[in-house]
């Protein structure tokens, strides 16, 4: 996604192309603290866009309802910012599934942020934050666009026009996917239980024409 607010250290930059970079693991002493640092160090290059791994929507679904977030807002957001692919990078440094920058991976308690379940996890962690703190769904998208900084000022979706376009993206595929998961509801037709043998039935009995007993039982 495009960087639409530089201030913000947890904004998200534009949604990424498709990339499967060269992942390299360096270590280097920190400025200010002397301590050594590993990070990663990641070379793009192209790849084509893949279809979504079925291990991965399962990680999503199940991640997304043991934080209590609605599956189909998780899997929206990751179309528009990678199109499932866990090795996007956008020019902006973003990273993975849910295209997590460096300062919002680290917040979340995201290591790798190119293993798909940490990614994930951290992403979803970030969106229940932003659900929580603006208590609306639509602001909680655009601040995962722009920062939660910006939509504090504002007061409401930024006026950046690519935050404004990235709000409608994601609420086009997430109002699709509910309608589709209204559709989709399983059916269950109950068969009539039958009477238990121990059951007890009500005897019938008459007498016919020549005064024979007939005797019958119904349940």
């Not at 790798?112 to 994930?120: E, G, K, P, V």
């Amino acid at each position: 996604m495009v960087a639409v607010a530089p201030s913000a250290e947890n904004a998200n930059p534009e949604p990424a192309k498709a990339v499967s970079p060269k992942v390299v693991s360096v270590v280097r002493a920190d400025a200010r603290t002397g301590r050594l640092v590993r990070s990663i160090v990641v070379t793009p290059k192209p790849a084509p866009t893949k279809t979504p791994d079925p291990a991965v929507e399962g990680m999503v679904d199940e991640t997304a309802k043991s934080l209590d977030v609605n599956p189909s807002l998780v899997h929206s957001v990751i179309e528009v910012e990678s199109n499932y692919n866990p090795f996007a990078v956008s020019p902006k440094g973003a990273q993975g599934l849910m295209q997590l920058m460096p300062g919002t991976a680290r917040r979340f308690g995201v290591q790798n942020t190119f293993d798909a379940r940490q990614n994930i996890e951290g992403g979803i962690r970030y969106l229940k934050f932003l659900q929580q703190t603006f208590g609306d769904d639509r602001l909680a998208i655009a601040a995962y666009n722009a920062g939660e900084k910006a939509v504090q000022k504002y007061g409401n979706v930024p006026p950046y026009p690519e935050t404004k376009d990235y709000v409608q993206k994601v609420a086009k595929k997430y109002d699709a996917r509910r309608a589709a998961d209204k559709k989709i509801q399983p059916v269950t037709i109950a068969e009539k239980p039958k009477p238990a043998e121990d059951e007890p039935r009500h005897i019938m009995g008459y007498l016919d024409e020549e005064g024979r007993l007939h005797i019958a039982t119904r349940p």
